[in-house]
């Protein structure tokens, strides 16, 4: 793709060098011009110029010439150096492994999800990272998930967060107040997170806190739940898959060099273009339900939800969870350092509902409702009976290996293959896998008719991705700056 961001842009909030001034015979770099986030958050650029920078950063080939291959940085999500050992610039197991984002996040458009082939290798972050072979005593294998809605669950995840701590200090101030150890239930959206004791010292025992990090931050990507925003994300997978870094991770602020993969390239990613990035991916439409056709095959949809509801699968797989504020904010509140946070640099605000206008549905409080059918939660989802989900022999980020992320299930219409591996190929195989908590559910509809089970298949064909094209073309409206 060589279409430049520059074009789009018009030169605005572009640090662009002399050489973008003409156009270079034979210029091979695809990354022609970088965005500066100070800029944007001034309103450099309208909001669909901002998501269409974005959009061609995630499908664009990085070439070395852009900055690709890290010869002298591993893919941990800490900066981490490793010895000259003359390693291939391509790896299909540590990395780099692809050229572009969209080469994996592709169904049925960029930032969808992936082929079985598609699938990534993730190393935690405490073992040797180089590693040679797809043994799952090395690394855990992931397939690739879409980002359609994706926005919409960090801010649910945001927000649920705030609701999870401010329990927390409730509880401390209670524990305090009164001299006693005090339990409290934490729960946000409908949401159980299990039960927190405050002690009257301060101390907080989280040991019968439930789906969650004992930190309180629900973490709403990754299918082990441990990446708390899309920008965290972004920038990991900036350095894993393709060995570009960003400044604001791998920096001479925090490296203390400004090349530190050593591949002769330097600010390989502003946090102009991170943003850029991060609000593309955040603004993907939500998917949709779309019923066949065939009045037969819609009926069973139908019939199929209710059945959905009956055999506990809405326990978990939450058909809405309610939205507060649609306003999409760059970056976000809960960053860990090493992401971009908001005190280090201005707030981009983007507000959905200018986007989206009558795509987003409202309750009677005139909150969203986001129908991502999931709780954003961890749960155990396998057994002795049922192991096929414990199927991963390494912990990450000290979750237990039988514990997963209630998958979404808004888009599994259109995103084949199916579980954390990609290794299930249709929904029937994967609701059989299903141990752990949701045994019960499973074996309740396991109990149904064929015509039933059908029907609730018929019923989660229905949520698809829909390509929409680009946001709301008429709106000429700029990021803001939140104060
Ligand atoms: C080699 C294939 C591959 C490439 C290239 C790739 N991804 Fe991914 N992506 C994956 C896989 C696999 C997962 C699921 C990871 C997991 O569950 O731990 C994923 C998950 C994600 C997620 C979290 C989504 C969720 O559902 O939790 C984000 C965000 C993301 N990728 C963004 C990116 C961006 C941005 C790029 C480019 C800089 C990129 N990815 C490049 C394979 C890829
Ligand atoms: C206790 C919580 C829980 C219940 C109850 C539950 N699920 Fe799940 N579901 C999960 C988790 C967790 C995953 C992710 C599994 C994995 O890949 O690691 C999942 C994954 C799935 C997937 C695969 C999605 C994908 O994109 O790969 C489907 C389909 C699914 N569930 C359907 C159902 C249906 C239908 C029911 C009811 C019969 C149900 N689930 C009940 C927690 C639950």
């Not at 350095?239 to 993969?261: C, I, K, L, S, Y």
């Not at 330097?266 to 955040?282: P, S």
């Not at 549905?361 to 989900?389: K, M, N, S, Y």
Request: hydrophobic fraction near 40%; include cysteine.
């Amino acid at each position: 793709m060589r279409s430049s961001i520059l074009g789009l842009a018009a030169g605005l909030a572009l640090s662009a060098g002399p050489a973008f001034a003409q156009p270079v015979v034979g210029d091979e770099r695809t990354v022609r011009g970088h965005l500066d986030h100070a800029a944007l958050a001034e309103g450099a650029l309208s909001v669909p110029a901002l998501i269409d920078a974005g959009r061609v950063l995630f499908s664009t080939r990085f070439t070395t010439l852009d900055g690709a291959g890290r010869p002298l940085a591993t893919a941990s999500e800490v900066p981490t150096r490793r010895p000259e050992t003359g390693t291939p610039p391509f790896f299909r197991t540590s990395g780099p492994d692809a050229n572009a984002c969209a080469g994996c996040h592709i169904q049925p458009e960029a930032g969808g999800a992936g082929d079985f082939t598609a699938n990534a290798f993730v190393a935690p972050q405490d073992i040797e990272y180089d590693f040679d072979s797809i043994s799952p005593d090395l690394s855990m294998e992931r397939g690739t998930t879409a980002l359609h809605g994706s926005g919409l669950l960090e801010l649910l995840a945001r927000e649920m967060t705030a609701d999870l701590h401010a329990q927390r200090a409730e509880a401390l101030a209670q524990a305090r107040e009164t001299g006693q150890a005090v339990e409290m239930p934490l729960e946000s959206k409908g949401v159980p997170f299990g039960v927190l004791t405050a002690l009257p010292s301060g101390f907080v025992d989280t040991s019968q806190v439930a789906g969650v990090h004992p930190d309180l931050i629900v973490k709403p990507f990754s299918q082990k739940a441990v990446t708390i925003s899309l920008r965290q994300f972004t920038v990991t997978a900036l350095n894993a898959h393709h060995g570009m870094q960003a400044v604001e991770r791998f920096g001479p602020h925090w490296t203390g060099v400004a090349d530190f993969d050593g591949d002769g390239m330097a600010e390989e990613m502003t946090e102009g273009d991170v943003t850029a990035l991060t609000l593309f991916q955040a603004v993907l439409p939500p998917p949709v339900q779309v019923l066949p056709d065939d009045p037969i095959l819609a009926a069973a949809a139908a019939r199929g939800e209710a059945l959905f509801g009956q055999a506990g699968c809405a326990a978990c797989h939450r058909p809405a969870l309610p939205l507060d504020t649609p306003i999409f904010t760059e970056p976000g509140p809960y960053n860990p350092a090493g992401t971009l946070r908001p005190g280090e640099a201005p707030v981009v605000a983007v507000d959905l509902r200018d986007l989206w206008g009558d795509w987003l549905e409202t309750d009677d409080q005139g909150r969203v409702l986001v129908r991502a059918f999931t709780d954003l939660r961890r749960h155990r989802i396998a057994d002795a009976e049922t192991p096929h989900f414990a199927n991963e022999v390494i912990t990450q980020n000290f979750v237990p290996r039988d514990q997963f992320r209630t998958a979404p299930l808004w888009g599994v219409g259109s995103t084949a293959p199916y579980g954390h591996r990609g290794d299930l190929t249709t929904l029937r195989e994967a609701i059989l896998m299903h141990g752990g908590d949701a045994a019960d559910s499973r074996r309740a509809f396991e109990a149904l008719s064929d015509e039933d089970q059908a029907a609730v298949i018929e019923f989660l064909l229905s949520l698809q991705i829909v390509p929409r094209g680009p946001v709301n073309p008429a709106l000429d409206r700029r990021a803001e700056v939140q104060p």
